[in-house]
């Protein structure tokens, strides 16, 4: 991170690479479709970059990443909207934003059933089960920092988004 | 068995399973596309990274229809707006451009692993590049001020 402030592309390069799936999935996770969700994930990188002297602290870059994400990702929405107000019977036309399993024969029954169910979760559990996953993960220590800030109120949230997953996912499959 | 967590939620005891499943779930169902990190990594590996962003105002964001029939690609930041036209033209592309506010600004379109190739509008604000190899591309415009300001796209694959 230092190094990187310091102009090092190879430092630059190495962060776009650790950082990407955090960027992805918090886009992907304020409802943005895939495609959309390309072109925030390259702004938000661009802008950090190109402001990277006023970010102060190297720990605060993860919740920059994750804010600054949300706030794009709200914009391009808003701007979706105005252009052109969505009907519900438009809605049901789109294209889901969840990516079609590809061979679904080569799935599971029950990750198909899952992923589906996931994917009806409210935006906020979808994101922050997302951001729970990569926490998890060692690479991603810079996230678990930034979560445990506000680690009170995801607790018993968290929990509540996996409980209606579990729901869901008992409703969709008709059990089992 | 439930156990209590220090935060004073309940955690169901299938929690942590459940988060097992999702954890190679996001990567099998919802990865980042392939190729979308080496874009990005393009897109920042400029001299000068005293820049603002372009966005891509793309009509079709509802379609979700990418890379079939982009004549024209829109990129606006705060008062700028850059349009441009791509003429498909054997294994090149001619890149037709218009800059809004117009002006004699310098335009230089990269192209990853095809080096960059400059011009400038004329005072109408239209610039032209004919033989641009087809790839990932990004535009940068030099806006001569004051104040003098640079302003860059994403990369988008043309």
Known sequence: MHAARAGSRIARATLVKDLTPLVWHVARGNGLDRTTAEDVVQTVWLALFSHINSLAEPKALASWLITTTRREAHRVRVKVTNDLPLTDEMAEQLPSTQPQPEDEALRTDRDTRLWRAFGELPEKC?????????????????????????????????????????????????GG | MTKIEP???????????????????IDEFDPPPAGLVERIQFAIALEDLDVEVARWERADSLAGVRGSDQGTITFTVSDLTVMINLT???????????????????????????????????????????????????????????????????????
């Not at chain 1, 009170?152 to 499959?173: A, K, M, Q, V």
């Not at chain 2, 004073?8 to 929690?15: F, K, L």
């Not at chain 2, 800059?99 to 190739?117: D, F, K, N, T, Y």
């Open chain 1, 126 to 174: 979808q994101e922050l089960l997302r951001l729970t996953v990569l926490a998890g993960r060692s690479e991603y220590r810079l996230v678990a920092e930034a979560m445990q800030m506000k680690r009170g109120s995801i607790g018993p949230t968290r929990g509540r988004c996996l409980n209606t997953l579990r729901e869901l996912l008992d409703t969709e499959g008709g």
């Open chain 2, 7 to 25: 935060t004073g939620g309940q955690a169901h005891p299938g929690d942590e399973a459940l988060l097992a499943e999702l954890d190679r779930m």
């Open chain 2, 88 to 158: 498909r033209i054997g294994e090149n592309n001619r890149i037709d451009g218009w800059l809004v506010p117009a002006g004699e600004h310098a335009v230089e379109i990269r192209v990853a692993e095809h080096g960059s190739r400059e011009t400038t509008a004329d005072e109408g604000g239209r610039f032209v590049l004919d033989g641009v190899p087809r790839g990932t591309t990004q535009i940068i415009i030099q806006l001569y001020g004051p104040p003098a300001r640079t302003v860059v796209t994403p990369t988008v694959l043309l």
